[in-house]
């Protein structure tokens, strides 16, 4: 490479000497931009596909489902094992839900979820179990053969009497472990799942309006609306991966409401063409806790 040559300079009776610009050097050029140009269509269970028009859609450079995982993250959760803590419960049961990180007792995974171990070392569930089965003398259910009042006349003949009816239904219980069924019927008055539930749900709406200000401000690289066709563009885009969505908002027809999260690599200079349907939509979305709630 060679040198431009040195033009003297008389500044103040000393003279300086500048060097001239490399010759044959060249401005750096800008990283050319590209464009995403996309259709978007939604077809209802019975019907034909449709545009989606006047649907806004957002270019991001992060996964809409991501972001929400990380303002998730982000919003401090209420400590589970410090509620179990406060509960008015046997240290059984306590030990019991710190151990499947759960406080509800209700539903059909509860009865999954307890053994007969569990139905003989925790009280609140070996109460329940006898409630739920003790009226069933037709089906050879054990009965009692102790009585209350030798409590305290006759301790020993009480504590005795207890141990065997314990055993007896230690031994029913295995044999016939259908008979689990239904307890948490007997266990709903206890139930402190919808209380925490709600708990839990309170930070919701926040997290809701960090993802969406997050989307809005980190990771927006675009904004765009359909056409009367379902068309729509993101012009001069750097080039990179991003994902074209929808946010939280729906295209609804029919019975099909959908959104889309959807990845886009864009390269310098080209334009990438993709299509919007059935087939590449997020999951619908599952009631939250909280619109489980108002509905109720």
């Known amino acids: ?17 500048l060097l001239g610009t490399l010759a044959g050097a ?52 209420p400590d589970l094992n410090e509620y179990i803590d406060k509960l008015k419960f046997s240290k059984e049961l ?23 171990k569990d139905i003989m ?12 089965n003790a009226g069933d003398k037709e089906l050879g259910f054990p009965q009692p053969k102790f009585r209350e009042r030798d409590k305290t006349r006759n301790p020993e003949k009480y504590q005795k009497q207890m141990a065997e ?34 708990i839990t749900a ?9 993802s969406l200000d997050w989307a809005d401000s980190r990771f927006l690289a675009g904004r765009a609306e359909t056409d009367l066709d379902g068309r729509a563009t993101f012009r001069n885009v750097a080039p990179g991966e991003y994902w074209i969505s929808t946010l ?17 690599a864009v390269r310098a200079g080209s334009t990438a ?3 919007l349907t059935n087939s590449n939509a997020v999951e619908p979305q599952r009631p939250t806790v909280e619109s489980q709630s108002n509905e109720n």
Do not use: C
């Open 1 to 17: 490479m060679r040198l431009g040559r040195a033009i003297p300079i008389i500044f103040g009776g000393t003279i300086l000497l």
């Open 26 to 77: 060249k401005p750096a050029v800008a990283q050319q931009s590209g464009t995403v140009e996309f259709v978007v269509t939604i077809r209802p269970s019975s019907g034909v596909a449709e545009p989606v028009r006047g649907l806004p859609f957002v270019l991001l450079s992060k996964s809409f489902a991501d972001i929400q995982k990380e303002a998730d993250a982000s919003e401090p959760k």
């Open 94 to 116: 306590k030990a019991w839900m710190k151990k499947h990180k759960t406080v509800k007792l209700s539903g059909e995974d509860l009865t999954h979820q307890i053994t007969p």
């Open 121 to 132: 070392n925790v009280p609140e569930f070996y109460n329940a179990y006898l409630e739920h």
């Open 165 to 198: 009816y314990r055993e007896t239904i230690e031994k029913y219980l295995i044999a016939n472990p259908r008979t689990t069924n239904g307890i948490d019927i007997e266990l709903m008055p206890l139930d402190p799942g919808p209380a925490w539930e709600r």
């Open 202 to 210: 309170a930070r919701l709406p926040a997290v809701r309006r960090r």
């Open 248 to 264: 939280e908002i729906d295209a609804v027809a029919g019975d099909a409401r959908l959104r889309w999260d959807t990845p886009v």
């Open 273 to 275: 063409r993709i299509e």
